[in-house]
């Protein structure tokens, strides 16, 4: 192969030339199966029936080749920035913005992504608690009160709230208008980039700006206040990196937006799945209540406490296996390659599948029942083989603030299972709607109270 690859650069002849495509379909001219992609939650369940765990399509103006399972995630996962490198719809590339973390490459995306790991900390993790806590305390009895209630938006605004309290420093409560602006602007990511100001695009865009303003305020305003550091922007607006560099305001907006989009979107539907898959098992809740039962309740939650606190994170995990708030990941290829026996061309993009590879059934036994003990210390499924779970990502582009995400997602389940029940109402759709992260089309209606009987 290397000989062949020395030939003259007349003949141009590269080994993964002589290869095939994957199967598939690259549908309509320009918009492809983007349509399909976006509309059909089983866009992917019904190609790999048809073609296998490697086909060919074409979404958001680009031909996209998906790759399914475990190898196909370490395939790509190994090769970052040798075959692969970063790619996101142009509608998101865009909303986030040019610095935003999820966009950078190279050398510039090791440097950043270590300057900005420095906000997820234990030491700053730690630190953050408290405020969880009380902001998750707030919202338990605000839902205690209303009796029955929609509970999706009010997840979004619980997990607005405290991404601004722990991420920026501000308290969303005191400003209805960031929140809204920043509702629309969620609406437009994996979106057609039509740059109309009807489309829900054109609208988004214009909601960044005013939030990129809102967002510069508040650095300003910081900037002019003793050094803080309680929420990510304090630890940012202090932190340099190898070179003595600080971030620039314009990259810390961008940054900041990118943070507050991943610390409120992809918890909120993680959340709203545990309540959802636990009111639909009740054993699964008994038991998990009875948990927290046997761990000492003292007046306030505890690092210590949550330690403890073994099968809510076989629960939780069990949850983001089910329904992962990321349904993949895209990337570009750079350098033309083989995977699986097909040519991976190069200026194609590739996804790779999270979903999938959480229903395996050669990995995860019953891989559609929801069976938190999957990873008891006695079973571990996901350790038979490396990438079977990757519900934060994996390699060097894996989620920078999961460890975030973990606690949020463990305190927000240990005082709701402590102190309140929560039942379904009937006749609602409880079916999931997968854009931009999943959610219950109805909007997840309940029936919310304090106490809980002892099983």
Not at 81 to 94: A, D, R, Y
Not at 229 to 258: C, F
Request: with cysteine; aromatic share 10%.
């Amino acid at each position: 192969m290397i000989n062949q690859e020395n030939k003259s650069q007349n003949q141009n002849i590269s080994p993964h030339n002589q290869l095939p495509l994957p199967p598939g379909n690259l549908g309509l001219p320009l918009i492809g199966e983007t349509i399909s992609f976006l509309s059909d939650p089983d866009f992917a369940t019904k190609r790999q029936n048809k073609y296998g765990n490697v086909f060919k399509t074409n979404i958001f103006g680009s031909p996209t080749i998906m790759m399914i399972g475990a190898e196909a995630n370490r395939f790509i996962f190994s090769s970052e920035n040798q075959n692969f490198t970063i790619k996101w719809p142009e509608s998101v590339s865009v909303l986030l913005g040019p610095a935003s973390l999820s966009m950078q490459t190279g050398s510039i995306h090791q440097t950043r992504r270590k300057l900005l790991s420095q906000a997820f900390q234990p030491r700053a993790l730690a630190s953050y608690l408290p405020a969880m806590v009380e902001i998750t305390n707030t919202y338990l009895q605000k839902w205690e009160g209303a009796g029955q209630l929609t509970w999706y938006p009010e997840l979004r605004q619980y997990t607005f709230d405290v991404a601004c309290k722990l991420l920026v420093g501000t308290d969303a409560t005191n400003d209805s208008h960031f929140a809204e602006l920043f509702e629309e602007w969620c609406l437009g990511l994996f979106t057609l980039p039509i740059r109309l100001p009807w489309t829900k695009f054109g609208k988004a865009l214009k909601c960044r700006d005013q939030l990129l303003a809102k967002i510069e305020e508040i650095i300003l305003q910081r900037q002019q206040q003793p050094s803080s550091e309680q929420d990510a922007l304090g630890l940012l607006l202090n932190a340099k990196d190898e070179d003595g560099n600080s971030l620039s305001i314009d990259e810390l907006k961008d940054q900041i937006l990118t943070l507050l989009f991943a610390g409120h979107e992809t918890l909120t539907s993680a959340i709203s799945s545990f309540c959802l898959l636990l009111a639909q098992k009740p054993e699964i809740l008994a038991a998990a209540r009875k948990e927290q039962q046997q761990i000492i309740c003292t007046s306030e939650l505890t690092s210590e406490n949550l330690k403890q606190m073994t099968y809510l994170d076989q629960i939780l995990k069990e949850v983001l296996r089910v329904i992962p708030p990321v349904g993949g990941g895209f990337r570009e290829v750079i350098q033309s390659c083989e995977f699986n026996g097909y040519r991976i061309p190069q200026g194609w993009s590739v996804l790779y599948q999270i979903g999938k590879t959480h229903q395996d059934e050669t990995i995860y036994r019953d891989a559609q029942n929801f069976d938190p003990e999957r990873f008891a210390t006695d079973r571990y499924e996901d350790k038979s083989k490396p990438f079977s779970y990757v519900a934060f990502g994996g390699g060097m582009r894996e989620c920078i603030g999961k460890e975030f995400a973990r606690l949020e997602m463990k305190i927000f389940a240990a005082l709701l299972l402590r102190g309140y029940e929560w039942e379904l109402v009937a006749g609602q759709n409880l079916d999931l709607a997968m854009i931009p992260t999943p959610q219950p089309r109805d909007g997840l209606k309940v029936i919310f109270r304090s106490g809980f009987r002892n099983n």
